[in-house]
């Protein structure tokens, strides 16, 4: 028996993505969870709260960076992603994710010139060392570097330090987007997403986890274009979750307004196309991890390791429905119910 389609509720000729998003919350959300599996917490999830929660503070962290360590679940984040790794690469992978989180609500304001971080960050993951007068960001990566060389993963620092270069180097562009720059054109917003959605990092560093292909060991090419389309819709998942936080708090920039501007349409309708471009991608997504693991040429740790990539979108996923960080639990979303597939199908 088939199903009738969602009904879009009726276009407002409006520009106001923040009263967009909440008229067309229900339905997006509705539309987001289709062939989506979602994932209980890790049974560690508390412990990596705490120990996270204590690093921050035992570094002196500020307390801005302190109230965003107890507020971004970062624990329940990494324990639904790597569900199968050991406390070593959980903490560790936690640490990172509270680095980024830092980095995008701290240390990457639109008043803080993003260029300024550039040379520290490198200085400090090369040497492992971070200034005595630098930025209050270089302190944590200074013990995540430390920690991912007591992993045996120094073969992965510089990799790690290419990937987050690039992440600040992206972040520059979209503060000069931010402050009156001309829109990126859609195709160059794609490319901007999949280097700043950060996930690539955290793939990155899960390779210290046992029987994935570990540091000192090159990435078979389809595991890196598998990385990259994890990252993009990742990213592209946060845009339709975050829109309306971001445009609250003054932010001009994100994928509801370049599709707006590439395709001149209104903001409701770029709703719809935000949508139609994340489920293509997705499509894309799952015949790559697909292909992958039914390649029998491939050694078997690729293939998990394929499973192990794929599995992040939805545990991202997952983790967004659930954090206060963007309210998709509040009252007008209600009867939106998360789907699984049957038999664990999709797990890492």
Known sequence: MSQSPLVFPALKATD???????????????HLVKGRETYPAHPQTRQLETSVLAWAMDLGMSEDHIKITAEATPGHLVGLFAP???????????????????????????????????????????????????????????????????????????????????????????????????????????RHRTRTAGIVLGMWLQRLQPGLIGPGEKLPEPLLQLMKQGSLLVGLDNDLHSCHVAAESGEKFGLIGVIRQEYGIPVDMAFSCALALNAALRYENANTAASICADTSLPVRVRKHARAIFHWVDSVYTWSLETPRYGLRSADAQGVAPCSYPNGKGQA
Not at 16 to 30: E, M, R
């Open 84 to 190: 199968k790794a050991p406390w070593g690469v959980l903490l560790p992978l936690a640490k990172l994710q509270m680095i980024l989180f830092w980095l995008n609500t701290v240390d990457l304001g639109s008043d803080r010139p993003v260029g300024r971080l550039v040379e520290p960050v490198r200085e400090t993951l090369e040497s492992g060392h971070s200034p005595a007068d630098g930025p209050h960001i270089l302190r944590p990566l200074a013990s995540l570097r430390d920690d991912m060389v007591a992993a045996g993963g120094t073969d992965l620092i510089p990799g790690f330090t290419e990937l987050l270069l690039g992440f600040l180097h992206e972040y520059t562009a979209r503060q000069a987007w931010e402050n009156g720059e001309p829109l990126p054109s859609l195709d160059q917003y794609l």
């Open 16 to 30: 106001d993505i923040v009263d967009s998003y909440h008229s067309l919350k229900p339905w997006l959300l509705t």
